[in-house]
């Protein structure tokens, strides 16, 4: 299709890890980004991965990239409170046609449980 | 830098009334993004600009909607006349695109705009 797909909603407990999974659509994306809105704020970019690789760390986050599949998935170790905000996943396509915009999943919205 | 400015940050207007949306992208960056997000349909793009030049509008919901970018620091989106299924937040992102680097989007704030 031509959306990109998330769930809605991913409700965890402080402490556990959180995964939250994306499903893009254009095989040829070279960057692939995951964005955290907080309540009342923009969007801010909370990491990206390069089409030429399968996974990235970055202190308590894991991105793992699966283009067979066009699967993309954020997991938060040790989710804390103030982990909870919308998170959204995005794709950077057909970039050698020089176009630049992103195209935004629906967003996560992930709820903390203290 | 400060990043990416936009005003007002709230604005409630009567339908029927022409609103104003101002972003001042970061200095730099050569594209500039106008986006609208609600809860019935998330976040959707509206219009993008590469070096001051619309190069995609086909998210402009209709004619009542327009949006310029006069120079580089400055963009305009415009509502006339408004409606109240105008409402939503709208966000303004600007970037750096260039070959090799990351394209990444920083976003402005919003304006929440509510039209009764």
């Known amino acids: 299709g031509e959306d990109v797909e998330q769930s809605l909603f991913l409700s965890v407990r402080e402490g556990d890890s959180s995964v939250i999974n994306c499903t893009y659509t254009d095989s040829s994306s070279t960057y692939l980004y995951w964005y955290k809105q907080e309540p009342g704020a923009g969007l801010q970019l909370l990491t990206y991965?390069?089409?030429?690789?399968d996974m990235k760390q970055d202190q308590r986050l894991t991105v793992l990239l699966n283009k067979k599949d066009k699967h993309l998935s954020l997991r938060i170790a040790d989710t804390q409170t103030g982990d909870s905000a919308i998170y959204f996943c995005?794709?950077?396509?057909?970039?050698?046609?020089?176009?630049?915009?992103?195209?935004f999943g629906t967003g996560t919205r992930l709820t903390v449980i203290p | 830098d400060a990043g990416v400015i936009q005003s007002p940050r709230h604005e409630v207007t009567e339908m029927g009334q022409e609103v104003t949306l101002r972003c001042k992208p970061i200095s730099g960056h050569n594209s500039l993004f106008w986006y609208r997000q609600t809860m019935m349909r998330g976040l959707e793009l509206l219009i993008y600009?590469?070096?001051?030049?619309?190069?995609?509008d086909s998210g402009m919901p209709e004619d009542r909607f327009s949006a310029k970018m006069p120079n580089a620091s400055f963009s305009t989106l415009k509502i006339q006349p408004s409606e109240p299924r105008d409402s939503a937040v709208y966000f303004c992102?600007?970037?750096?695109?260039?070959?090799?680097?990351?394209?990444?989007?920083?976003f402005g704030p919003g304006t929440r705009l509510t039209v009764l």
């Open positions: 600009f590469n070096n001051n030049v619309p190069i995609d």
């Open positions: 991965i390069f089409s030429n690789m």
């Open positions: 992102a600007s970037s750096f695109s260039a070959a090799g680097t990351n394209n990444e989007q920083f």
């Open positions: 995005a794709e950077l396509r057909n970039p050698q046609t020089g176009a630049n915009n992103l195209f």
